[in-house]
């Protein structure tokens, strides 16, 4: 109940188009759902968070749409650059520091030129 | 200032060595975590520090030995490692009583020889 299940694993993509990661989990209680890039050798950067009171969130090019009643999420990065290509987590929490961030198992994102 | 600073970026050490690592932030957070990144996986949960408190272990290794001496600053002492735990080594940091703005340093590059 407490996984987080993140698709696909892998993802390729040209340049200009949309990218879509999916998350899905179990635990209700959560509360918190960030998405991270990631690229090699670095930390993980947070990109944009949403709480389950709105449906969507947008930054820029990039936009989480959250489905409460299907407990699932979804990372949408628009006009996708070759500099997008990194690791994407999704992940999901309640509460505070005695609570674990539960990650995805990370989305390998190619943006071709 | 909205960084977590990990000091050293690469570290090589023999398995006999004693080093530590290093993570400091200036933003208040009351929560601090390590991490352990394996390559193309997401990061895992090793400590968690909450008002300076030792909140979380995951059943590490005592070989690593976390410690905080105050609000803004968390060390990991290393003694004795094995090849295994070459990894990237993530430190983390929160508002206390919530994830919302859950940063990444950059992370410490270790290498056991």
């Known amino acids: 109940q407490q996984q987080v299940k993140q698709s696909p694993q892998s993802l390729i993509v040209q340049k200009g188009g949309i990218s879509i990661i999916n998350c899905a989990y179990e635990n209700t209680a959560f509360d918190y759902f960030p998405w991270y890039q990631q690229f090699p050798g670095k930390g993980p950067a947070l990109l944009i968070a949403i709480r389950p009171d709105v449906s969507e969130k947008k930054e820029g090019r990039f936009t989480i749409s959250f489905n409460k009643s299907a407990k699932q999420f979804s990372l949408h990065i628009m006009d996708s650059q070759p500099g997008d290509s990194a690791t994407y987590f999704c992940a999901a929490s309640y509460g505070g520091a005695t609570n674990k961030l539960i990650f995805g198992t990370g989305t390998l994102l190619a943006v071709q030129p | 200032d909205t960084e977590v600073t990990q000091t050293p970026k690469h570290l090589v050490m023999g398995m006999t060595n004693k080093k530590s690592l290093k993570c400091e932030q200036h933003?208040?957070?009351?929560?601090m975590y390590w991490y352990k990144q394996k390559a193309k996986k997401p990061p895992e949960l090793m400590f968690v520090?909450?008002?300076?408190?030792?909140?979380i272990n995951e059943s590490v290794p005592s070989r690593f030995s976390p410690e905080c001496p105050n609000s803004s600053l968390l060390n990991l002492h290393l003694h004795a490692l094995q090849p295994e735990d070459s990894a990237l080594y993530l430190c983390a940091s929160s508002q206390g009583d919530r994830h919302y703005g859950y940063t990444f340093g950059s992370g410490t590059r270790l290498t056991v020889v």
């Open positions: 520090y909450s008002y300076e408190k030792l909140s």
């Open positions: 933003m208040g957070h009351r929560a």
